[in-house]
């Protein structure tokens, strides 16, 4: 864990030039990317990252991965944390009173989805005016944060107040996403979320994203749908609600709130 993170931090300390060799193109969103900026009267997002897929194989392009020894820490790190979701997707399952298996083969099985992004804040002169990453939350299935330990810097949302995480060393953040809020009719809920940043110090997180299958309609499961509790949610696919949220205008609340509708 902290090989790699301390590895994406080495990155992000390269020269522009290089990071921008392995720059992001619109189609994937794969590669180095930057959203540093302010502009007057509007809070902009102040980071650099880097984003990659890691599952199913078939999404991976390795022309865009950062060369040795990142890539085989990415890669070592991909399977590590993805066996670490499965782990985590039977204890969900089975609070709900589900199969043990149920919430993994509605993600697709095999052949759910993961990605990586590493999140780089520099050192922001006017942390007052920027955020590191505006208020939002996760579309996907889960998210496992590793955020830097010696920089605060995640927010989340309890009732009208922002309640900053303090990074406990060598343990991980679990987001619930959108997707398992879906799925558990809201027994689950999809945590709304932000990032400040520092004027003083730099931070780096790698957010793993656990996601179904872009093709299997997610819906609330049948066994949690009663007359007094009916489905809060209609059916659709990972890939239709990424494009629901990406067309509904600027993130704000968590955006499966926006899909509420008795079916």
């Not at 864990?1 to 020269?15: C, I, Q, V, Y």
């Not at 609070?95 to 780089?120: I, V």
Request: with cysteine.
């Amino acid at each position: 864990m902290s090989r790699t993170r301390e590895a994406w931090r080495e990155f992000f300390h390269l020269p522009l030039e290089v990071k921008q060799g392995y720059a992001n193109s619109p189609a994937t969103y794969e590669g180095y990317g930057s959203r540093l900026g302010v502009e007057k009267g509007i809070k902009l997002d102040w980071s650099d990252y880097f984003f990659l897929h890691l599952l199913p194989n078939t999404m991976r392009d390795q022309n865009k991965w950062p060369k040795l020894p990142l890539e085989d820490l990415v890669a070592e790190y991909g399977e590590e944390l993805a066996r670490l979701c499965g782990k985590l997707m039977k204890v969900f399952s089975t609070s709900l009173g589900l199969e043990q298996d149920y919430l993994q083969k509605s993600f697709g099985g095999e052949e759910m989805g993961a990605c990586l992004r590493a999140n780089f804040y520099p050192k922001c002169p006017q942390p007052d005016l920027t955020l590191g990453l505006s208020s939002h939350s996760d579309p996907g299935g889960m998210t496992l944060l590793l955020p830097d330990e010696d920089v605060s810097g995640l927010q989340v949302r309890r009732g009208d107040n922002w309640v900053t995480v303090k990074p406990v060393p060598n343990a991980f953040i679990v987001n619930i996403g959108d997707q398992i809020q879906v799925l558990s009719n809201a027994k689950y809920k999809s945590v709304e979320h932000r990032v400040i940043v520092n004027s003083a110090k730099e931070r780096v997180s790698l957010a793993f994203f656990y996601n179904p299958n872009g093709n299997i309609p997610i819906e609330p499961a049948k066994m949690l749908v009663t007359e007094d509790k009916p489905p809060l949610y209609k059916a659709m696919t990972f890939n239709e609600y990424r494009l629901f949220i990406r067309t509904r205008g600027p993130r704000g609340k968590s955006q499966v709130e926006s899909l509420k509708s008795p079916c």
